[in-house]
């Protein structure tokens, strides 16, 4: 039997029309973009370069911690599925298969990515590199994946969280992104989690305004974007790249300022709006945490933290959380 299986997940979204999020956001008072619009193929790249700079610590830390305790992971959970959102390359993830394909046969993975492309050459290279390992990739986004996750095949699962990504979404999204991983599991399942916690702040503005300028490079590149996905006018001269860490709300924000008063066309979306000189547009957030308060906050959701782990400097932080009964769940 075939040790790969595929699944799109369809899209429950598909009656939104194209753009309506670029639309909202260049509507709104101070101006915002979604940031899924950074990762079309070049802007990837990018993103694969920012994880190597010397500036940007969050991959290599997270990394660190992985290549330390991945084996430990292994032993509290004991062998079970492991379902990754926003896999990418798998490069860390490797870490936790290497730990898990000492006791676990069959070892069973699911990546989950929006780009069916990098899923694809992933999956090619671990099947060849784990022989024991059962892959099924999942073509689509978080919420599709949480939705529609095929029943678990091995008896215990875990859902995987790496990078940080979770300080990417509002209050809003991120509540509703918890209660999407609470539903999506059983009582017992785990939750491992990647958050990058809150520092000084030179040290978090120097991550996000490196001095090989990729990161500006990888914000403007979203102007490129809606470019060519929606005949747009952009011109990426006439915009600076302006990133800050908010100390408030405890988060990076990534803006794009105007350089000039210039009125904006998408044509494909028929839009058109004007920004002033100086004017910004917010491209991110990269929400900064505190580990006591993340713990509270996943017991809100059923989730009991098992282990959490840091790096020496206590600048990147990894949990392990199971699932609680809630209600009537358990008998
Ligand atoms: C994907 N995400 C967790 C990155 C971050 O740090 O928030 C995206 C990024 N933006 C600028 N540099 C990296």
Redesign the pocket.
């Known amino acids: 039997m075939s040790r790969l299986r595929w699944i799109t997940l369809n899209s429950s979204e598909a009656l939104i029309r194209e753009g309506e999020d670029v639309i909202q956001g260049l509507e709104q008072t101070p101006k915002t973009l979604p940031?899924r619009y950074?990762y079309d193929d070049r802007g990837s790249q990018f993103?694969e370069q920012?994880c190597d700079l010397p500036e940007?610590y969050?991959t290599r830390t997270e990394q660190s911690i992985l290549e330390t305790y991945a084996s430990e992971i292994a032993q509290l959970t004991g062998a079970c599925e492991l379902v990754e959102l926003g896999s990418g390359s798998s490069r860390k993830t490797r870490l936790l298969l290497e730990a898990y394909s000492q006791f676990s046969d069959p070892l069973q993975y699911c990546p989950i990515d929006v780009s069916a492309g990098i899923l694809k050459t992933t999956a090619l290279e671990l099947l060849h590199q784990y022989p024991k390992l059962k892959l099924c990739g999942l073509a689509g986004t978080y919420e599709q994946a949480l939705d529609q996750l095929p029943p678990a095949e091995l008896e215990n699962r875990m859902l995987i969280f790496l990078?940080?990504?979770i300080?990417?979404l509002s209050e809003a999204e991120y509540q509703q992104f918890l209660d999407r991983v609470r539903k999506a599991l059983q009582p017992g399942e785990f939750f491992l989690l990647g958050v990058?916690l809150q520092k000084d702040p030179a040290i978090l503005e120097a991550?996000?305004n490196d001095a090989q300028g990729i990161?500006a490079a990888?914000?403007l590149n979203s102007l490129s974007h809606l470019n060519w996905r929606f005949q747009g006018n952009f011109n990426l001269e006439q915009f600076d790249h302006w990133a800050f860490y908010n100390t408030t709300e405890h988060q990076?924000e990534?803006h794009l300022r105007s350089l000039v008063t210039q009125t904006i066309a998408l044509e494909a979306l028929a839009f058109q709006t004007t920004l002033q000189a100086g004017e910004t547009i917010r491209t991110?957030i990269?929400r900064k945490f505190h580990l006591p308060a993340l713990v509270k906050t996943l017991e809100t959701y059923a989730f009991q933290p098992l282990q959490v782990w840091t790096d020496p400097n206590n600048w990147f932080g990894l949990l392990l959380c199971q699932r609680q009964c809630i209600s009537d769940e358990c008998p």
């Open positions: 940031c950074f993103f920012i940007y969050p990078g940080s990504t300080g990417n990058d991550a996000y990161t990888f914000n990076i990534m991110e990269s």
